[in-house]
C-alpha cells in the first residue's frame, strides 16, 4: 500500500468521570490518495480533531493503526511530525515573534535545511501576502492576517502531507475564502491534505472525496458524485442529513 | 539529541521570555528596584526613629518610699555614665529625661502623660508583693542565670520600672532607664565594698575574657554556610518561577504548546530546552540578586558584621560550585515539572507556593547543629546540599559523601525532567477535561501506576515516626509499628483499594522441593555475603565509629531468646517479603524490565533501612530475595530465607560470634556456596508471571 495516509481501525477512548468511557474515535478505516484533498466532514464532536490529533501523534490511540507517508504514527511519532503540516483552530502562533520569525522558526525545528530557510521564508512571506507586516509581532496583527501567517508557518517545512483541521472557524467570509484558496493552491502544487469541517460548502468545493463522519464513525467515504448516486440527493446537506438521520 | 534543534529551542525560550513585558519586569526589574527601595526605606526609617527617640525628653515620675533614694541613683549613674567616653555608652549618654510629679503615675501612664513610672518598695513592702508568674518561672539554667540578675533575697528592695509595651518610646526609654538603674546599682555596690574596707579595686575582681581557636574566616564561613544554601534556594525558586510559569503553563494558556508539540521536535528535546531556559533565568537572576548584594554593602546600606571575613579556597569554591549545579538543576526541573502538570498559568502559581515553603524545608537542614552528611540525610534531596555546603564552608568536606549527594541531585534533577517530558506527553495538556485512563479504570491497572507512591509514602512515614514520637522510641514499638501498621497495614489497605488478588498479588505459589533445600543452603551464606559486601562499602565509604556502634546497639541485650528470634526472624520474614516481594514486585513487573527489578526492588527495601551503611547490605538482601521470588515465582522461598538470613544474624551476635572479623577466604567461599544454592533454584524454577 503506497498510499500516503493508511488508516485502520483507528479508535480512541476517554475516561470521563461524570460520562464514564466515551469512544470518540471508533475503529475508522481509510485511505488518502497522493495529492487529493480528503474531507473529513463532521458536525461538532463527531470525532473528526480527534482523528487528526491522532494522526499528527498528539493523542495515542486506543487501538488501530495509521501510516503518514509511512510512517507509523505509534512506533515513529518524529519520522510523523518531521513529514507533516498541522493546522488547527487550537494551534495558536506564538504572539511575541514576528511573521518571519515564526515561518523561520517552525522552518527550522521541522528540519527544514538550514541553508535554505531564508529563501523559503521570503518564498512563503511573498507568497502568502505577509510582507507587508513581516517584521510585525503577531499578538498585533488581525485575525486574517494571523490565519495567513499560520498556513505559512504550517507549510514552512514544504511537508508533503498536510492537516486542516476547521481552518476557517472563526473567520469572515473573504478571510476564510482566502484561506480555502490558500488550500487550493496546496492541492495543485500535488500536496496531500486532509481537510476537516462542518461546513457543507467548503467541502463540496475542495474535496476529492468526503468522509461522513458521525458518533466516532465514518457512515460514508467516497466521492461527492459517488454520495449523489448512493443517496439520489444533489447537495451535501441533504446526503450528510440522510446518512446521519440512518444512523439514529 | 539533536543539538541543532536543542539550541534552537533553547534560543527561542530565552527570546520569548526576554520579550515577556511580565517576565521582564517580574524577575529583573523589580528584584532590582524593591531591593534597595527596601533598603533605603528600612535605613531611612530607622534614622529617623533614632532620631526621633533621642530628640525626646522623656517624662517619668518616681513613687514609693525609696524615690529619693532612686532620684540620687539616677543623678550619679548619669554623671558616670557621662564621664565614660565608650561607644557603647552613646545611647544612655543621649537619653534625656525629666521627672513630672504626679499623684497616680499608673492613670497618667496610661493617659500617655508619661512614658514609664519607677515605683519603689521597701524590703518588707517587697516581701509583702504577690509572686508574679514571671518572677516563679524564671530560666535556672546555669547559662542563663549568669546573664540574669540574681535573685532577690528577703528584705532586699525592689525598683520597677513600668511601661507600655505597645509604645515604642515608652517601650524604648524605659529599657534606657533600666540600664542606667542597673549601672548605678552596681556602681552604689562598688562604692560600698569599697567604703566597708575592701582593698582594691571593685571592678577588677575578676577579669572574664574570652577567646576562639577559629580565625574570623572559620567563624563567618560556619555562619554562612548554615543559611547559603536555603538564600540560595529561595532565589532560584523565586527567579526561576518566573520563568517556569511561562514556559509551559503559560503557553499552554496562549494555545502554543499543541503548535510546538505537533513539530518534529522530540518531547526529550523540547523539555531539556525549557529546562535550560529556566535553569539560566535561575541563575542570572541570582547573580544579579548577589550582585544587588555587594552593591548594597559597598554602598553601606547594608551593614556586615565586623569580624565577617569569607574566606574560601579555591578547591572549596569548585566543590560548591559542583553542588549548586545540580541544585540549580533541580530547582529548574521542580519548577518545570510544577508548570507542566498545571493547565493553565493561574493554576501553576497557585501550585508555586506550597512547593517553595515544602522546599525550603530540607534546604534548611544546615541549621541542625548534630545533623552530619555522613548520615542518611546524604540521600534526601536540598538536605544534603544544605549540609554539604556547611561542612565545606566550616573546613570540614567530606569528599565521599560530597561525591553521594552529587550523584544524588543528579539523579533527582534527571527524574524530575523525565516527570516534566511525560507530563507533556500527557493527553490532558491538550484536552484537560478527560482523566487518564487507569483512574477510571482503578483496581490492578491503577494499582501498577500508583505503587510506587504507596511506597514513598510509607517511606516518608517510617522516617517521620522514627524520628519524632518518643513513644515509639523502643526497639519492640518501632518494629512492631513499622511491620505491622506500615509493612503490614500498607499490603492490605493497597490489597483492598485496589482489588488485587490475594494469590497473584501475593505470589503465593508453591515450588519445587529442591528450592527449600537451597534455601536451607542460601541462608548463613547469604549473611556471610552481605557482612562481606557492608566490608566492600567499607573501603569506598568508611564508616564512623559511632554508626557502628549505633547498629550494634540496635541488637536490644536484655530481650528472651525466642523474642529476639520473634523480633528479629519471623515477624520481619513474614511481613516485609509480603510487601517487598509481594506486593511491589506485583506491582512494578510490568513497569520495568525483568533485567532491572530485582535491583530496583531491591534497592527500595534497602532505602527503608534508614542507616546510610545498612542500606548496602539490605539492598543486597533485597536483590537476592526479589531474584529469588522471580526464579521460583512464590514469595515462600524468599520468606523462609529472610527468616533464616535475619535469626543468623541474631544468633551470632547474640553468641557474641563477630562475623565482620572473617577472613576474604570465607567469603569467597560463602559465595561460592550461595551460588550453588542459586543453581539449584535456577535448575527447579517455575518463573514469576511477569504479564
Redesign the interface.
Known sequence: MNAPVVVQGLTK?????SR???RAVDGIDFMCNEGEVFGLLGANGAGKTTTL?ML?????PSSGSATILGHDVVKDP?GV??N?G?F?A????????TARETIE??A????YP?DRVKERVDYLVNRFGIAKYADVRVEKLSTGMKQKVSIA?TVA?NPLMIIFDEPTVGLDVLNALEVLESIKELRSEGKTIIFATHIMSEAEKLCNRIAIVHGGRILACDTLDGLRAQTGHRYLEDIFVQYVKGQS | MNWDVLKLLYIHEIKMLVRARRTVVMAIVIPAIIMPIMLFSARFSNEQRQRALEATTYNYAVTGQLADRVRELITSAKAEIDKDERESNDQLRKFKFIESPTSDPAASLERRDIYFYIATYTGEEADALPVTKADDESDDSPAVAALQPPKRLPGVPIIKVVYRGNNDASNSSSRRMVSLLRSGVRNDSERLLIERGFEGNPKGMFAVVETSIATAGQKTGANVGRFLTVILVMLMLTGGSIAAMDIIAGEKERGTIETLLTTAAARHEIVTAKQLAICSVALIITLIQGLNFFIYVKLQLVQLPKDFALQISTTSAITLLMLFIPLAATIAALLLTLSAYAKTYKEAQMYFFPVYLTSLVPALASVLPALRLRSAIVLVPLANVSVAVREIMMNRPDRPMIAVTFLVMTLCAALLMRASARMLSREEVIIASHGEPESFLGGPVLFQKRVLRWFAVMWAIVFAVAANIPQLATFRRQLLFNEFAIFGGGTVLMLWVYRLRLKEALALRSVKWPVWIAILIAAPTGNLMGVAVFKLLNYVIPIPEQAVEQMAALMPQDLPSWQLYLFLGLIPGVVEELAFRGVLLHGLRRKIRPVLLPLVVGLIFGLFHFSLFRIGPTAFLGVLLTAIAMLTGSVFPGMLLHILNNSFAAWTAQNGWSVTSLEPGHDVAATIIFALAMWIIYRNRTPYPLN
Request: no cysteine; proline share 3%; charged share 25%.
Open positions: 477512548t476517554f475516561y470521563d468521570e464514564g468511557e466515551i490529533r499528527s501523534t498528539i493523542l495515542t518524529q511530525r518531521k507533516l498541522f488547527s487550537s494551534t495558536a502562533l506564538y504572539p511575541r515573534l522558526f517552525f527550522r525545528i521541522n528540519q538550514s508557518r517545512h
